[in-house]
């Protein structure tokens, strides 16, 4: 059974910083793409990044390039998403998701969430202004 758990979320001020984390446990080795996605109040989930694990390829949306890094430690078998210069309008619920088995990167980087079957319960972020 596959279990992503995340943690890191919190409420702070626009501008300051947050590194979210997403533990993976019985995840097959042949999956090879894990993402980060939102959902704010009233509207539709987004893809905020996804790492190909493999080679280690990262993709953006382009609401976060530039602000947002996903990384992975395989020793910890974690995925993380460090967050600066936040905004009030990256306030959402933040889930981790997997995807079931080995994709291709173009797939990966399309940021798709009905391409990932297992997901996390999420982790609230709060941004003030």
């Known amino acids: 059974q596959v279990q992503l758990v995340e943690s890191g979320g919190g409420s702070v001020q626009a501008g300051e910083s947050l590194r979210l984390s997403c533990e993976v446990s019985?995840?097959?080795?042949?999956?090879?793409?894990i993402g980060w996605f939102r959902q704010a109040p009233g509207k539709q989930r987004e893809g905020v990044a996804t790492i190909y694990t493999g080679a280690g390829s990262s993709y953006y949306a382009d609401s976060v390039k530039g602000r947002f890094t996903i990384s992975q430690d395989n020793a910890k078998s974690t995925v993380y998403l460090l967050m600066n210069s936040l905004k009030p309008e990256d306030t959402a619920m933040y889930y981790c998701a997997a995807i079931a088995t080995w994709t291709w990167s173009s797939v990966c980087s399309r940021l798709e969430d009905r391409s990932f079957a297992y997901w996390g319960q999420g982790t609230q972020v709060t941004v003030s202004s």
């Open positions: 019985g995840y097959t080795s042949r999956s090879n793409c």
